[in-house]
């Protein structure tokens, strides 16, 4: 309820009210009324209860959901088939704009919830940005500190939250009880038929009742499938479908001077001040729900090549506690600029749509390679299925587009740029290995000519390596240059599965290659903290367990040099150095002990 919920629960502060009040403005009648609430209510019906909570949820990777838990699970199942490159951009793209909601998200929240301020007190319209802002800096600041205790209160506000707005919705209902018809679906389609434009362009508003639907799938691996059934169908479905109603029943009966927002005006007066703060802390709440889905899709990107070593400092010791400050630092200056720019939530809002419906459609054509090459469903039940989601989302994507110069363009920009990060990473990743592969020598040979030609120290000497072919650059340098050899030699790559977790009994692979020689692969899942030190605990060479105060880690430490050979753009070829420049340090990442570390350094061209 605190965690999954708090997006889509604040969406009743703004949803009605920009969808008669907006940009793209509706006649304030009874038609276009419950038109709006039939679309609203079958929108949540369709997109969250059978497309996510039904159908997308069952798609999970060992637990975990979310579109790059969604893409590593398809990727399995499609590696080398002809159009799988274009799956794996598509989520990237999916994943590029999910960042672009995090940007969004708190400064609609809890800016929808402070401009209540200024519907009961129209002089504190000047507060309003000021309040929102030091809120946000202070939600940002107390990141580091980890969410553990607060989160504790997270549940029972939310709880509190969703039975406040249901009562109100139930108050309102009771003096024009007829709106409950307005949940048929004729309304919606009798709406389109009698204003078919003014009906497509409200769907770029009335898509914000289901935003946060894809947080119901992301957040899977927290707590699981059932418990976020159980919450959606029990409690948040039908609390936000009664709040709706109670709103409609609003506008019914008093018209013109409720669109100010109609959420707040379901109140009466001695209780508007108290829904004030219950509806901030269910924003603040919300805020808090989507910067800790930015710090977990990070991590994974990390852990899949998506995105360079970033510093991940753990909170708990629950590993899902974690904080990336380089995020976190980013998010807080984004989401600040959205509020001074955009100044007021119905102008976010325009924003807000794009990303959402984006990344709904794009988890359509990854529904679909679940449909028919994972699950094999039947095609008379699968085609159908992908036909009314696909037109669903393109319409309210459709919707959408046209609010692009009204600050569409925001989340399209920043999607945009995401996207070339993230595939710039993965390219240069790509031809970096394979500009070192040239020419470097089988380790078998290596082991089989290296151990008379140098002199051998006591100790163990482990070099990591990005790839298991080969002798690493760090190897080759030191016995070039130092021209000796520890007892005990290994080679040790990092190897991130298409999985969240991996049992002990999985995790390392090891080869001997006799005279003091290893090739050893630790294997992680791609929400596991890669601690080494941690990982080799009760490994043994030779029947000997490697000491951490006898052990030397040598890396590798490439520097990029940017040319005309066939792979990137130049232009990317020196943003990709630059992304490694300010790369987190492997010894960091991969918690090497810091006094136990070589790095030596070499020139790569690309």
Do not use: C
């Amino acid at each position: 309820m605190g965690v999954v919920f708090g997006d889509i629960g604040t969406s009743p502060l703004y949803a009605m009210r920009d969808t008669f009040a907006g940009h793209h403005r509706l006649p304030l009648d009874q038609l276009h009324i419950y038109g709006i609430i039939s679309l609203m209510f079958w929108s949540m019906m369709v997109i969250v209860t059978l497309k996510y909570v039904s159908i997308i949820m069952r798609a999970d990777n060992r637990g975990e959901g979310g579109s790059l838990a969604l893409l590593a699970l398809v990727n399995q199942h499609i590696s080398g088939k002809r159009w799988s490159a274009g799956i794996v951009l598509l989520g990237v793209f999916a994943t590029s704009l999910f960042y672009g909601d995090s940007m969004i998200t708190p400064a609609v929240s809890v800016m929808g919830a402070i401009e209540g301020l200024a519907v009961y007190e129209p002089g504190m319209h000047g507060a309003v940005v000021p309040m929102v802002v030091v809120i946000l800096i202070g939600l940002f600041l107390i990141q580091s500190r980890g969410t553990a205790k607060v989160a504790a209160f997270f549940g029972p506000v939310m709880m509190a939250y969703f039975g406040v707005i249901a009562v109100l919705g139930v108050m309102s209902i009771l003096e024009h009880p007829g709106v409950i018809a307005a949940l048929s679906p004729h309304f919606a389609a009798a709406m389109f038929v009698a204003d078919p434009m003014r009906g497509f362009l409200a769907m770029g508003s009335a898509v914000l009742a289901v935003t946060g639907a894809e947080a119901l799938y992301a957040d899977m691996g927290h707590f699981g499938r059932p418990p976020i059934r159980l919450s959606w169908l029990a409690i948040v479905l039908p609390s936000l479908v009664l709040n709706y109603l109670g709103q409609a029943s609003l506008l019914v009966r008093v018209g013109a001077p409720a669109l100010a927002s109609p959420f707040y005006f379901l109140a009466p007066e001695w209780f508007q001040w108290p829904l004030l703060g219950l509806a901030s802390l269910a924003a603040i709440i919300a805020s808090q729900a989507v910067i800790t889905g930015a710090f977990s899709v990070t991590q994974q990107a990390i852990q899949l090549g998506f995105i360079p070593r970033m510093s991940i400092k753990y909170t708990s010791v629950n590993a899902g506690q974690i904080y990336i400050p380089v995020i976190n630092w980013a998010l807080m200056i984004a989401v600040i600029l959205l509020v001074f720019v955009f100044k007021e939530s119905s102008n976010l809002t325009a924003a807000y749509g794009i990303a959402v419906t984006g990344a709904m459609m794009i988890d359509n054509f990854l529904l679909a390679v679940m449909l028919f090459v994972v699950w094999k469903w039947a095609k008379w039940l699968a085609i159908p299925l992908l036909v009314v989601f696909t037109l669903l989302d393109f319409g309210y994507l459709s919707a959408n587009l046209t609010k692009i110069p009204d600050g569409g363009w925001v989340p399209l920009v920043m999607g945009l740029a995401i996207f070339t990060l993230l595939t710039t990473w993965s390219k240069g990743r790509a031809l970096m290995r394979a500009s070192m592969a040239e020419g470097t020598i089988p380790f078998e040979v290596f082991a089989k000519s290296a151990h008379s030609s140098a002199q051998r120290v006591a100790g163990t000497a482990i070099f990591m390596s990005s790839t298991r072919g080969g002798v690493p650059s760090a190897l080759l340098h030191n016995i070039k240059h130092n021209k000796v050899l520890h007892e005990r030699v290994v080679v040790l790559t990092i190897a991130i599965q298409d999985v969240p977790v991996l049992e002990d009994g999985e995790r390392i692979e090891m080869k001997n290659f006799g005279q003091g020689f290893y090739k050893m692969a630790i294997k992680f899942g791609f929400l596991e903290d890669t601690d080494v030190p941690a990982a080799l605990k009760g490994v043994t060479l030779d029947g000997e367990p490697i000491d951490m105060m006898k052990t030397s880690f040598f890396l590798s430490r490439q520097t990029l040099i940017a040319s005309s050979k066939p792979g990137m753009a130049i232009w990317r070829e020196k943003l990709f150095a630059w992304m490694m420049r300010n790369a987190a340090s492997a010894m960091e990442f991969f918690r090497l002990p810091v006094n136990r570390v070589v790095e030596l350094g070499s020139q790569v061209e690309i």
